[in-house]
């Protein structure tokens, strides 16, 4: 079993900077792929990145393709979200969440952090 907790989300200003954090337990972390996700109000929960266990195979949703970077670091049990040039269309609650498939879509997800709220204002 792994449990995902979240941090890092705040009020930040049009093309400001946010790092996200998901640290988890469980000893299964470091073979699962991690997930960030993002739900804003009114919206379906959209995929953002993804880390896979090697550290180095990343995806990112077109939206946010060159203004986010994603990272793991095994030996801390930390998936990290750096955001940068963010938009109003950013703000949303960024959720992290671990899978053992391949398949980058909530329903395939095996747990799930509770979120983090990320609002982006001018």
């Known amino acids: 079993q792994v449990q995902l907790v979240e941090s890092g989300g705040g009020l930040v200003q049009i093309g400001g900077s946010l790092r996200l954090s998901c640290v988890a337990s469980?000893?299964?972390?470091?073979?699962?792929?991690i997930c960030w996700f993002r739900q804003a109000p009114g919206k379906e929960r959209e995929f953002v990145s993804a880390v896979d266990q090697s550290e180095v195979n990343t995806y990112y949703a077109d939206s946010v393709k060159g203004r986010f970077t994603i990272s793991r670091d095994n030996a801390k049990n930390t998936v990290y979200l750096q955001m940068d040039s963010l938009k109003p269309e950013d703000t949303a609650v960024y959720f992290c969440a671990s899978t053992y498939g391949s398949a980058y879509v909530p329903g395939n997800m095996d747990y799930w952090g509770k979120g983090t709220l990320v609002t982006v204002s001018s």
């Open positions: 469980g000893r299964t972390f470091s073979v699962s792929t």
